[in-house]
């Protein structure tokens, strides 16, 4: 079984022993992205609107460093501090990602690092 890591500057850098993204037998497994801009490592300034679209553009970053598209997300993973805003979450999909859409998953949780309200993960074919 052959492992290579994904490392892309266009995304936030790991803050702590984890990999951006792992290639594996022609799945890539994306580690959650936070709504952080790279270039300053700060979350972003706003709502929650602005963390969705942030913590995505993030995820897609790390996409394009395998070489692969949204297109290519077969699971995605969204973690939400509250669940009444994922109409926004739907919002976003809908512009990144077209049919078949990737399945999903939604999880509620009490925090997330850095005190963000938003994160998203996702399993890609290659």
Excluded: W
Aim: hydrophobic share 45%; glycine share 6%.
């Amino acid at each position: 079984m052959s492992i290579k890591e994904i490392y892309t500057k266009n995304a936030p850098e790991p803050i702590g022993t984890y990999s951006q993204a792992i290639y594996s037998n022609n799945l890539v497994f994306l580690s959650a992205q936070a709504p952080i801009v790279p270039e300053t490592m700060e979350v972003i300034e706003g709502g929650i609107k602005e963390q969705i679209q942030c913590a995505f553009n993030n995820l897609k970053s790390v996409v394009e460093a395998t070489g692969g598209y949204l297109s290519n997300v077969v699971k995605v993973t969204i973690y939400l501090t509250d669940l009444a805003h994922f109409s926004l979450v739907n919002e976003e999909m809908e512009k990144l990602f077209t049919t078949p859409y990737p399945a999903r998953a939604a999880v509620g949780v009490k925090a997330l690092p850095k005190g963000t309200d938003f994160a998203v993960e996702a399993i890609l074919s290659l």
